[in-house]
């Protein structure tokens, strides 16, 4: 850390702290990430490591950018280019929502970041504004925190707690340990609605609680989700109210939402993972076709 001056404190998580700081020797601004855990913990070693070995093969514009990986004294430091805002303080200044160009702007930039990661086999698994840098002068976005990121290997279970529960796919709630690249598309969809309104599009306070408030808009669960759900030992004894008539995103979106962003969230919140759109498929959809100059086209 002797080449840095800490300028202040950026965010503080359960893993430790990120620190904006400035390179003595070239004066640029940059964001160090600080694990608390000292080698010892082999659990948080495994986790910091993984997360270094994805990032650095992550090179893409709209990912955040790993500079370099250092230890001192037992701890592990990520230095990491700063960028101004998160999509977080970007909702908190704009409580009912951007401007729809702004919200086909920004949601286009993550379907890149999202292509890119499944193309390399990535799976994110934590997709949520906090997780979404912006700068304000251009609205350039990049994703970070890679810190839940996995790389798919076939027939491997992945653990079942994983994104915040508002941005959760129905499969992960219901402890699906065989999940895909899809729970990533599904938070894209919740990004997409809580930019719009300003309001997260299924505010769950419970998984339970999350999963009624998903049907609430878009029907009843599917067969195989059922059957998850009954054998899931957490919800014993819980029963669903009818949910036959539901609210759909047309009503909840009416007069906020051009049809072809209306077409790109259907295509994208649909209960059944292996109907999602892919990262891919989202890029070829006409609502992007006149976003210029950021390659959401391919």
């Not at 912006?134 to 079942?160: E, H, K, Q, V, W």
Request: with cysteine; charged share 30%; glycine share 6%.
């Amino acid at each position: 850390m002797n080449k840095y001056d800490v300028l202040g404190v950026v965010g503080e998580g359960a893993y430790g702290v990120v620190l904006k700081c400035k390179n003595k020797d070239t004066n640029e601004v940059v964001a160090i990430k600080k694990f608390k855990e000292s080698e010892e913990d082999e659990v948080v070693r495994k986790t910091t490591l993984r997360e270094v070995k994805i990032l650095r093969i992550m090179r893409h514009e709209n990912i955040v950018q790993l500079k370099e990986a250092f230890r001192r004294k037992g701890k592990l430091y990520l230095v990491f280019e700063f960028v101004e805002k998160s999509m977080l303080d970007i909702l908190e200044a704009n409580p009912n929502g951007v401007d729809t160009e702004t919200v086909r702007v920004l949601t286009c930039q993550l379907a890149r970041a999202i292509e890119y990661c499944h193309r390399h086999d990535v799976i994110h698994r934590d997709i949520k504004p906090e997780n979404l840098l912006i700068n304000p002068a251009d609205n350039a976005l990049r994703l970070c925190d890679f810190g839940f990121a996995r790389t798919m290997s076939a027939d491997t279970p992945l653990t079942d707690y994983v994104a915040t529960r508002w941005y959760r796919a129905p499969e992960l709630l219901l402890g699906s340990t065989h999940y895909g690249k899809d729970v990533d598309i599904w938070a894209v969809g919740c990004i997409m609605g809580e930019l719009t309104d300003g309001q997260p599009l299924f505010a769950g306070e419970s998984e339970v609680d999350q999963l009624f408030v998903i049907q609430k808009v878009l029907g009843p669960l599917t067969p195989e989700h059922m059957e998850m759900f009954l054998r899931n030992p957490r919800f014993l004894g819980i029963q669903f109210p009818d949910v036959s008539r539901p609210e759909t995103l047309e009503k909840r979106y009416l007069r906020r939402m051009p049809k072809l962003q209306m077409q790109l969230l259907k295509g994208i919140l649909v209960m059944e993972p292996r109907r999602r759109l892919s990262a891919r498929e989202m890029l070829r959809m006409p609502w992007f076709e006149a976003v210029q100059g950021l390659g959401c086209r391919v």
